[in-house]
């Protein structure tokens, strides 16, 4: 791929220009010792999808700075992430992010321990942009790499998040819901995750998206997810009566499975049905049918997934929710609602990241790759990427 080989070299020039105060004579892998120290200083790349991100994060859970640069605009005429165009934009946007990143925390280069980066999974054009950022950046200063699971950073945000009195117990469940992955985990440990439950054809986030584009929604700044819960949230005082439209069902009841693709036909074929275009009212009631929908098809497989365990033996009292539709407050309001229901005596607690953490971000990069460098468990510059990963194979 000619274009994306030159663009970056490109960006790689870029970015050391953009970080050209700092020392580049460092041409070996040698790292001084950190006894002494007492935190850890990460500066973490993220570029799996369509936002380009940087961050600093320390081992003392402290954040200092979080730069996210969305592409919405670029992606909304395409209805999608369209490949080429974010590795270009990702390109041009990651040499300033990490100059903001590293300016907004109030450091310099030499001041950063270690470098970490998305290593998979994600479109593998994407992840070549912060993979190639962090590597030759990590080479040219003699600072130690790792490559991270994007999955898992996602699962590990809340033990950067939550106060350290209420942080989840292992093992817990962990709800992984984006626009790439809809995934429901035990996790035993930092690096032991078991798939319980995943989908059988397209994620929650995907069926969010590509809904609001059947209603005709703009994606506004946030992305169509969002664009669709603000639909669900307006008021209808000032509008005609919402229309009474049927729930629509949950698919393979009793089965730890999801599928979303069934739902969003039902939109589909719900908008075939109609003689004139949706109006508003009508968009309203529908965006809501299928939000409705998703929520409850997602707390129908996490109370499976307590019952089947409980049945094992094992009693889990915390759950991590994490990816860009876990920021959708409906849902969240739901998942509280079902946990009590389940355990009403026995409060199970329920883990959220900030809302700006949700979605795409390099702190939580950053964070996930910690016990690594804290370690000593570095990976080669050479590193190769994988742009698909299972959650279950992160030691493999």
């Known amino acids: 791929m000619p274009i994306l080989e030159s663009g970056l070299r490109k960006q790689n020039v870029l970015l050391l220009r953009a970080l050209r105060d700092v020392s580049l004579t460092a041409g070996h892998r040698t790292f001084r010792a950190r006894t002494g120290r007492r935190t850890f200083t990460v500066l973490g790349f993220e570029s799996s999808a369509d936002d380009t991100c940087a961050a600093v994060v320390t081992s003392s859970r402290q954040i200092l ?42 450091i310099n280069i030499h001041d950063v321990d270690g470098i970490a980066f998305t290593r998979g999974p994600g479109i593998g054009g994407c992840l070549s942009v912060g993979s190639n950022a962090a590597k030759s950046l990590a080479a040219a200063l003699g600072k130690p790499l790792v490559g991270v699971h994007h999955m898992q950073a996602h699962a590990l945000t809340p033990l950067l998040t939550t106060p350290t009195a209420d942080l989840p117990q292992f093992p817990f469940l962990t709800l992984l819901i984006s626009g790439g992955h809809t995934l429901l985990l035990l996790a035993s440990s930092i690096t032991s995750f078991q798939i319980l439950a995943t989908t059988a054809d397209a994620s929650i986030g995907r069926a969010f998206d590509k809904t609001a584009r059947a209603l005709g929604l703009s994606w506004g700044t946030r992305g169509p997810g969002a664009a669709l819960e603000e639909l669900c949230r307006m008021t209808n005082e000032e509008l005609e009566p919402l229309p009474d439209i049927q729930p629509f069902t949950v698919p393979m ?23 004139e275009p949706l109006s508003t009212s009508h968009k309203i009631a529908l965006a809501r049918a299928f939000q409705t929908a998703a929520a409850r098809q997602i707390c129908a497989k996490l109370t499976l997934s307590l019952q089947k365990l409980e049945l094992k033996g094992l009693k889990v009292r915390d759950v991590v929710v994490s990816g860009g539709v876990a920021s959708n407050t409906f849902l969240r309001e739901r998942l509280r609602e079902t946990l009590d229901g389940y355990s009403s ?52």
């Open 253 to 275: 009841p009793g089965k730890l499975a999801f599928s979303f693709a069934s739902l969003q036909s039902s939109v589909d074929r719900h908008i075939s049905l109609m003689e």
């Open 65 to 106: 700075s979080n730069v996210v640069v969305k592409q919405h605009d670029l992606h909304e005429g395409f209805g999608g992430i369209h490949p080429s165009v974010a590795i270009e934009a990702h390109q041009r946007n990651m040499p300033g992010a990490v100059r903001m990143a590293l300016e907004q925390a109030n």
């Open 345 to 396: 005596d026995e409060r199970i607690s329920l883990h959220f990241p900030p809302l700006e953490l949700c979605t795409d971000n390099a702190a939580m990069i950053a964070w996930a790759s910690m016990h690594r460098f804290l370690a000593g468990d570095y990976d080669d510059y050479t590193i190769d990427l994988r742009a698909k990963w299972s959650i279950e194979d992160i030691l493999v």
